[in-house]
């Protein structure tokens, strides 16, 4: 790290604020990045020759100690997830606050954007909860205090004294308990983003107004208010019901809560020290923040993998169930990757770190699930149009409802038609209807991660519910994505090894796993690999490169027709691996056909078994591949159950023939894991990312399984229909359940029946109907994938 130079005008003191009034350059403090002028500055040192200037005797000190630590430009890790650093609302994602507080649309308490270790409750629960028991403490006699004069006849105090004593009762718990309800129904009328705050605070407010009144001057209102001399007060449906509203509160924002225990299940994956290995070989466990890339690590039995990087020493197996949702460890030898979070078994590995911070995989993992959390499906406009209008069309319900008490209702008139507009107000609550989709994603997205599969957007996941149609390629996915060398068939004087030799000196530069099986069967015969010169890649076609002063052409038989190379000597040669379901990569050198080398790639053990899965849940299931038609008939017919086979496509092949399904209009999904499938991911309605394939890949696709093969796309399919499924009841039953309720409070059913719904009634049905919504959503949480 070395200083940087910056203007003085630019730049204030960092001590004083004011301007530096010295033409010197300006330069920051190597330990926390302050702006510090040298010539101004009695806090210096020199360290390899080269001086260093702070702005405080703690930097000096922390500098003096360890100044590798702040000279050191490698990255360091950083924490995985900072809570509390941005709030938002769970309905409407785009509110984004520095601190807790309460949604400017639909009156929600705010939350954490990305959870973290720190389980720490909502402070709004907090809040909540106190005045919940301060709400029922006082609501429990004034409850006595009513119910026992109106249902027992128990007179335990005069007429007199009785609505003096319920208002000393009611005022706490209206005035104070209920205070944040009032607020956010005022700011809900200031913003014209009317909500069930908007409800509450005008029936609550309504009761207690008109009891407040009748309490203080009771003489204004004509005799036909009054019963048995006296004017009836509500200050018990007030109380009450603001009492129940906060437990409903309280049961919602616990259950919210909840939603975030997948984010921090993996958060507790990562550990939060590791044993570093110095130079001279001893180790020191150190927190996790202080190491770096190129350390090498220890990794005892038993112990999680600190951050990713690759084996250098040891043997193990490590359970990698956090990222593919397999039970079933997987075997690390020297130059096998790691991740870090997952758990190493009975051996001990000697590991370097590569990825640390923001680049591990698990950061990323936790990264795309917070973000798919606060995503918006397009099922969820359905609910967005209606709130639009169901809260103004509630107050108007009241108002008729009001109105035709007040003319036709039995005596006192006005106090029936008081107590049912105001449960109309109040058993109505627009939040279940907007909690239905946001509960039902978060969650869903939760459990996703837990199995290896990584939803980008909820608009991937309903997406992928619609699929009818499912492309996918050959290699990494119905394969296992790890061909072996199977044969070698030369052409001429040139031998076996010698053709190997120059094929995997080319092959050397490429990623693709066939390139991969190529180099790893040069290196076990020892042959010694050459540097390659004018590297190029025939998309679709193969590689070429000079190798040893020697042009090397590897590829299809479109990529030996392009340089002129006749290939039918090698025509029956090759044909017979291929039938043997082998890949061929025909070879010419310097202009001549050498050679072909033949690899296979075995067929996944759970591919027929997925196939048939998928199948039995309504997809067509269609094999895209470049490879030759053999080789991919031949895995066809072994996996069974493909509706269609394509190959020797090239990745604008793969994209139009995305583009024609949907052209025929079939909801198509792709899944793939390589460079030349990101077409066609990009094109399908929905892509699905092998999490064994390329950033590129994962990054044109709306799923990614971490878990690359067909088993995880089950899951994927599974979790989407569960997802769904589980907002269709929650939507169900918000709709249900105003369609059903608005009209009971309303009296509907008073004619019939004789019976009428108290404010408190409706109060807890609403207090209830969102808790409900939000423990459904929690059920995806034990789907099984």
Not at 474 to 491: F, H, N, R, S
Not at 694 to 717: H, N, P, Q
């Amino acid at each position: 790290m070395t200083e940087t130079a910056i203007p003085t005008d630019a730049v204030k003191d960092c001590c004083s604020g004011s301007p530096q009034e010295d033409t010197g350059v300006l330069i920051k403090d190597p330990v926390c990045g302050m702006i510090v002028t040298p010539s101004a500055s009695t806090l210096t040192t020199t360290h390899d020759g080269h001086p260093y200037y702070f702005c405080s005797a703690g930097c000096l000190s922390k500098f003096s100690a360890d100044p590798a630590r702040y000279l050191d430009d490698r990255p360091r890790i950083e924490p995985v997830a900072v809570a509390g650093a941005i709030w938002t609302c769970p309905m409407h994602p785009e509110i984004r606050r520095d601190g807790p507080g309460s949604c400017p649309i639909c009156g929600m308490a705010l939350e954490p954007e990305a959870p973290s270790l720190d389980d720490a409750p909502i402070p709004e629960l907090v809040d909540f909860t106190r005045r919940w028991w301060v709400s029922a403490a006082l609501s429990v006699p004034l409850l006595v205090l009513t119910m026992g004069t109106d249902l027992l006849g128990l007179h335990l105090v005069s007429a007199a004294i009785s609505p003096w004593l319920q208002l000393a009762l009611a005022a706490p718990i209206v005035l104070w308990a209920g205070a944040p309800f009032f607020v956010r129904g005022w700011n809900s009328l200031k913003t014209r983003h009317l909500n069930m705050f908007t409800l509450i605070a005008i029936g609550v407010g309504a009761a207690f107004l008109y009891s407040l009144v009748a309490t203080l001057v009771p003489g204004i209102f004509p005799d036909t208010f009054k019963m048995q001399g006296m004017v009836p007060v509500y200050y018990e449906a007030a109380g009450v019901v603001v009492a129940l509203v906060l437990l409903g509160q309280v049961l919602e924002l616990r259950a919210r809560a909840s939603t975030g225990k997948a984010i921090r299940a993996l958060l507790n994956l990562a550990p939060k020290t590791a044993r570093r290995i110095a130079p001279d070989g001893t180790e020191t466990e150190v927190p996790l923040a202080e190491i770096v890339a190129g350390d090498r690590l220890r990794v005892r039995p038993g112990e999680a993998v600190p951050v990713d990087g690759i084996v250098v020493d040891g043997k193990s197996s490590v359970d990698e169930s956090m990222l593919t949702g397999e039970p079933l460890p997987v075997a690390k030898e020297s130059a096998s990757a790691l991740t870090g979070g997952t758990v190493n078994g009975t051996g001990s590995l000697v590991m370097e770190a590569q990825a640390v911070g923001s680049d591990t995989m698990l950061a990323r993992i936790v990264k795309m699930v917070a973000e798919a959390q606060r995503s918006r499906a397009p099922i969820q406009a359905v609910a967005d149009r209606i709130s639009g209008w169901f809260v103004p069309l509630v107050i108007a319900i009241a108002v008729v409802t009001f109105i035709v008490w007040s003319l036709v209702g039995p005596e006192p008139r006005i106090g029936h038609a008081l107590l049912n507009a105001i449960a109309v107000l109040i058993i109505a609550c627009p939040c279940a209807l907007g909690l239905a989709t946001p509960m039902s994603i978060m969650v869903g997205t939760g459990r996703g991660a837990q199995a290896g599969v990584l939803v980008k957007s909820a608009e991937a996941l309903q997406g992928f519910e619609q699929v009818d149609t499912l492309l996918i390629d050959k290699t990494g996915t119905l394969t296992e994505g790890k061909p072996k060398l199977v044969g070698i068939e030369t052409v001429g004087e040139l031998a076996q090894d010698d053709l190997l030799r120059f094929v995997a000196s080319v092959e050397a530069r490429s990623e693709h796993p066939l390139a991969h099986a190529i180099v790893t069967a040069a290196k076990e015969r020892n042959l010694s690999l050459s540097e390659p010169d004018g590297f190029e890649v025939q998309v679709g076609a193969g590689i070429s490169a000079k190798v040893g002063g020697h042009v090397v052409v590897v590829g299809n038989a479109a990529q030996m027709q392009r340089i002129g190379v006749d290939a039918q000597p090698l025509f029956e040669a090759s044909e017979a691996k291929r039938r043997e379901g082998a890949g061929i990569m025909l070879v010419a050198v310097d202009g001549a056909l050498a050679g072909f080398i033949a690899v296979a790639d075995p067929i996944r053990a759970n591919a027929r078994d997925s196939i048939s899965a998928l199948r039995k849940q309504g997809l067509r299931v269609i094999m895209l591949t470049g490879d030759n038609p053999t080789t991919a008939q031949i895995v066809a017919d072994a996996v069974g159950g493909l509706d269609e086979v394509h190959a020797e496509l090239k990745p604008e092949d793969k994209a139009r023939i995305v583009g024609e399904l949907k052209a025929k209009g079939a909801n198509v999904a792709m899944a793939g894991d390589g460079i030349n499938d990101a077409p066609a991911l990009a094109a399908a309605d929905v892509g699905l990312a092998m999490g064994t394939g390329t950033d590129v890949a994962i990054e044109s696709a709306g799923i990614t399984l971490t878990k690359g093969d067909l088993a995880a796309v089950v899951r994927a399919r599974t979790l989407a229909k569960a997802t769904m499924a589980n907002i269709r009841q929650n939507l169900f039953f918000s709709f249900v359940f105003n369609g059903i309720g608005v009209p009971i409070a309303a009296g509907v059913l008073y004619p019939v029946t004789g019976l009428l719904m108290s404010p408190m009634f409706a109060g807890a049905a609403m207090a209830m109907s969102s808790f409900t919504v939000v423990v459904n959503a929690l059920r995806l949480g034990r789907v099984k994938l």
